[in-house]
């Protein structure tokens, strides 16, 4: 079955340290991952997504194949970035999103 | 409209009693998701629309809850009987790009079941 596992529950960081969050995910074909923030108060949206290979507000997350991963990072953390981060697995195919369980960032001052 | 509407924002129901949850994508999405978000347990699919094609409906945990959507695009939630551990926030979302993921979620319907 297809998961997406985000074993970090709670995340704390002090501001200007870098940040890695963990994904992992499980589907035996060619995946599309995601990620998604929802900032206090605010809606779920789109972070980014490794078919653009992009850099959005200092994140990057590259997709390995081989340990199944799909790890967001930062080199330096920013109080803003505080926030719930979701992982998510699209199928090839499928129309659904299957997401992790969340992590939450704290970022200290 | 400009985004993904819900309403209402926050529902407080008796266990037994009916919801329904409304949800309004954005204007020429046609997919539309309903995804259940509850503490500590991430955002679990619900059900999903594509177009005229059959529903997939095959994350509805029982047969109490049900969705229709109407002329292609507002969509209702139901559920029927609620018990308190229906008690989550009810989450909708569209896309307007086949396969690609990239959902505009709304602001969410908070239902409480006391």
Known sequence: ?109 | GAGVSQSPSNKVTEKGKDVELRCDPISGHTALYWYRQSLGQGLEFLIYFQGNSAPDKSGLPSDRFSAERTGGSVSTLTIQRTQQEDSAVYLCASSGTVGQGGYTFGSGTRLTVV
């Open chain 1, 1 to 109: 079955a297809q998961r997406v596992t985000q074993p970090e529950k709670l995340l704390s960081v002090f501001k200007g340290a870098p940040v890695e969050l963990k994904c992992n995910y499980s589907y035996s074909g060619s995946p599309e991952l995601f990620w998604y923030v929802q900032y206090s108060r605010q809606r779920l949206q789109l972070l980014l997504r490794h078919i653009s290979r992009e850099s959005i507000k200092g994140f990057t997350a590259d997709l390995n194949k081989g340990e199944t991963s799909f790890h967001l990072k930062k080199p330096f953390a920013q109080e803003e970035d505080s926030a719930m981060y979701y992982c998510a697995l699209s199928i090839q195919g499928a129309q659904k999103l299957v997401f992790g369980q969340g992590t939450r960032l704290t970022i200290n001052p």
